[in-house]
């Protein structure tokens, strides 16, 4: 069973500060999702990343895939608060998708 | 997201009743994913369904829980005799078909008291 760990767990930061999250898996991932979940909702797709070495950028955010699409980063400029929240990788297994348990981040004003 | 829908959002019960949560799928969705996320832990994935079918039941318990997506109607997810490790939230996701990208519902929170 794969399995997806990110890191850090907490990240707590200053608004205009920027700042990197990661998503590492114990085996090659097919695709891999990034979504950011606030409190009291559900996770929301951010982006889908499918090809080794691969950026997507969406605003401020910076997403990679690893050349070797064992491993994927999130990097976000000048935090804003805003962007608080728990930001989840999830990769498909099987019929379903298994998630990492996410970093928690607070950006505060 | 005007797509998934779970109702109810918030949902109290004693021990030893039943509670049932319903889940519409995104227009155009045919398939339905339920998962479980409990207070700081990750999401875990409890169920896979397409209508009148369930794919993929590993990750639900083996007693007092069940789930369905009937050819009319959304897919519930019933737990029968709640205890208070039942508590939490409850998503349901949905995708135009299998390997694709999921989309989440808003959730639907359990307590049990």
């Known amino acids: 069973t794969q399995l997806l760990e990110q890191s850090p767990q907490f990240l707590s930061i200053q608004e205009g500060e920027n700042l990197t999250v990661y998503c590492n898996s114990s085996s090659v991932f097919s695709s891999l999702q990034w979504y950011r979940q606030e409190p009291g909702e559900g996770p929301v797709l951010l982006v889908t990343?499918?090809?080794?070495?691969e950026v997507k950028k969406l605003k401020r955010l910076t997403f990679q895939f690893g050349d070797a699409r064992k491993d994927s980063s999130l990097h976000i400029t000048a935090a804003q608060p805003g962007d608080t929240g728990l930001y989840l990788c999830a990769e498909g297994q099987g019929f379903s998708f298994i998630f990492g348990k996410g970093t928690r981040l607070l950006v505060k004003p | 997201n005007a797509g998934v829908m779970q109702n109810p959002r918030h949902l109290v019960r004693r021990r030893g009743q039943e509670a049932r949560l319903r889940c519409s799928p995104m227009k155009g969705h045919s398939h339905v994913y339920w998962y479980r996320q409990l207070p700081e832990e990750g999401l875990k994935f409890m169920v896979y369904?397409?209508?009148?079918?369930?794919?993929?039941e590993s990750g639900m318990p083996k007693e007092r829980f069940s789930a369905e997506f009937p050819k009319e109607g959304p897919s519930i997810l019933r737990i029968q005799q709640v205890v208070r490790g039942d508590s939490a939230a409850y998503f349901c996701?949905?995708?135009?078909?299998?390997?694709?990208?999921?989309?989440f519902g808003e959730g639907s929170w359990l307590t049990v008291v």
């Open positions: 990343v499918v090809t080794g070495g």
């Open positions: 369904l397409q209508k009148e079918n369930i794919i993929d």
């Open positions: 996701a949905s995708s135009p078909g299998p390997g694709n990208t999921i989309y």
